[in-house]
C-alpha cells in the first residue's frame, strides 16, 4: 500500500543492514510519518507494548523478529535453551490476546530447537520471521479477494455504491500489507466498484479515527469517521450494507476477539439484518481454545481513557478528558459470539463461524 504514492510495508530490515528493523511508527500517524528502528530485543518488546505498533498480524512478524534481535545479543556461550526461553517469555509478556504473537514466537522456537550455535539459531529466527512476513502478505491479498465476493453481489443487487462500516484498524497498518479488513475494499476500489466506508473512531486509542482513515484516504477510498456509537443509528436507517472487521484471536468455534466494541456493533447489525463479516487469516486463529470465554482479554492503562492526544495544528498534546479522581477501566478487547457472525473471511475461503466449518477450510487442526 502506499503513502503518498510511495510504497510503503509497516516493518522491514533496514538496508544496508545487518541487524536493525524498521517499522512505522502507528502512534504518530496521521500527523507524521515516522519511521523507528529496533536493535535489539528490548526495541522490539517496547514497541508492541507501547503500540508502535499494533494489529495481530503485524505483531507477529514484530515478534519473530523481536525473536531474531534476542538471539543476535546473546553470548557465544550462552545456555541456548535457558536463553531462547528468556527471550521468548519477554516477547510473550507485552501483549496477551493477540494469538498471532504466541505462534510467531513458538513458529522460531521450533525452528531453533535442534541448533547447536549462534550463527545457526539467528539464520533460523530470521528465515522464519521473514516467512511470517511474507505469508501474512499473501494471506492479506487472498483475504482480499475472497471478501471481494461479497462487496461484488451486494453491488450487483442494489447498483448503488456499497457502504461498509468497520471498527479499529484492521488495515494495512496493523498487518504486512493489504490489511485484513480492509484488503475487500481496496480491491473494490480498485476494480472500479463504488463503496463507502464508514470509519469508527474506536476510542480509547481511536485506531479507526487516526490509521484507517488515514489509510483509506492515502488510498483514495471514500470514507466518513463516525463517533463509536453512531453505527447501530446508520444501521437502523439502511445505511450499512456491510459490516467488516478484523480479529485478534478466533476460537476453533468461531468466537471472536476484537477490540473493545466489536461486540455491539455485532449486536447492533444482527438486529438490523445486516451482514456482520470477520476476515482473519489463519494465524489468527487459537486451535487450543473453543469458547471465547476462555480468551485472555488485555487490560490496559486507565490514561488511554482518561487522556486524550490530538494535534493543535503545531504539536501533539496530550489533554485530560475525565475528573481527576474519577478511575477508569481500560479493557482492550471484547469477545464476539460464533452465532452473531455471518461469515469468517480467511486465505482459504469464506466459511461459516463453527468448528465445521473452520477445520473443513483447515482440515490439518480437525
Wanted: proline share 4%; with cysteine.
Amino acid at each position: 500500500m502506499r503513502i503518498q504514492d510511495q510504497h510503503y510495508r509497516t516493518i522491514w530490515e533496514k538496508a544496508g543492514s545487518t541487524g536493525t528493523v524498521q517499522v512505522i511508527d502507528q502512534r504518530v500517524l496521521p500527523f507524521e510519518l515516522r519511521i523507528a528502528e529496533w536493535k535489539q530485543l528490548e526495541d522490539a518488546a517496547t514497541g508492541i507494548r507501547d503500540m508502535q505498533v499494533g494489529g495481530a498480524p503485524l505483531i507477529g512478524s514484530a515478534a519473530a523478529y523481536g525473536m531474531w534481535l534476542g538471539i543476535r545479543e546473546l553470548n557465544q556461550a550462552s545456555n541456548w535453551p535457558k536463553a531462547l526461553d528468556g527471550i521468548a517469555k519477554t516477547l510473550l509478556g507485552t501483549r496477551p490476546t493477540a494469538v498471532n504473537l504466541r505462534h510467531a514466537v513458538e513458529a522460531v522456537l521450533n525452528a531453533c530447537s535442534r541448533l547447536a550455535t549462534k550463527k545457526e539459531l539467528a539464520t533460523a529466527a530470521l528465515n522464519v520471521a521473514r516467512r511470517i512476513t511474507e505469508e501474512s502478505v499473501e494471506h492479506c491479498r487472498a483475504i482480499g479477494e475472497h471478501g471481494l465476493e461479497r462487496i461484488c453481489d451486494i453491488y450487483r443487487r442494489k447498483q448503488k455504491p456499497v457502504n461498509i462500516l468497520t471498527h479499529c484498524n484492521a488495515g494495512w497498518l496493523a498487518c504486512i500489507d493489504f490489511g485484513t479488513a480492509t484488503a475487500p475494499m481496496y480491491l473494490a476500489h480498485d476494480e472500479g466498484i463504488p463503496v463507502h466506508v464508514w470509519v469508527d473512531e474506536t476510542r480509547p486509542r481511536n485506531q479507526g479515527a487516526r490509521l484507517t482513515a488515514f489509510e483509506l484516504g492515502q488510498h483514495g477510498v471514500p470514507h466518513t469517521v463516525i463517533a463509536d456509537n453512531t453505527g447501530g443509528h446508520l444501521m437502523q436507517l439502511g445505511m450499512v450494507d456491510l459490516v467488516l472487521v478484523g480479529s485478534d484471536r478466533t476460537t476453533r468455534n468461531g468466537d471472536v476477539a476484537n477490540k473493545t466494541g466489536t461486540y455491539l456493533k455485532a449486536l447492533a447489525a444482527h438486529d438490523n439484518g445486516v451482514p456482520f463479516y470477520v476476515a482473519l487469516p489463519s494465524s489468527s486463529i487459537d486451535w487450543s481454545l473453543r469458547n471465547g470465554a476462555d480468551i485472555e482479554i488485555e487490560q490496559r492503562n486507565p490514561d488511554e481513557v482518561q487522556f486524550i492526544t490530538g494535534h493543535d495544528g503545531q504539536a501533539l498534546r496530550k489533554v485530560r478528558l475525565t475528573p481527576e479522581a474519577s478511575p477508569a477501566a481500560n479493557f482492550a478487547f471484547d469477545v464476539t459470539p460464533a452465532r452473531l457472525v455471518t461469515g469468517l473471511i480467511t486465505e482459504r475461503g469464506i466459511c461459516e463461524a463453527s468448528e465445521k466449518a473452520l477445520t473443513g477450510l483447515f482440515p490439518e487442526w480437525s
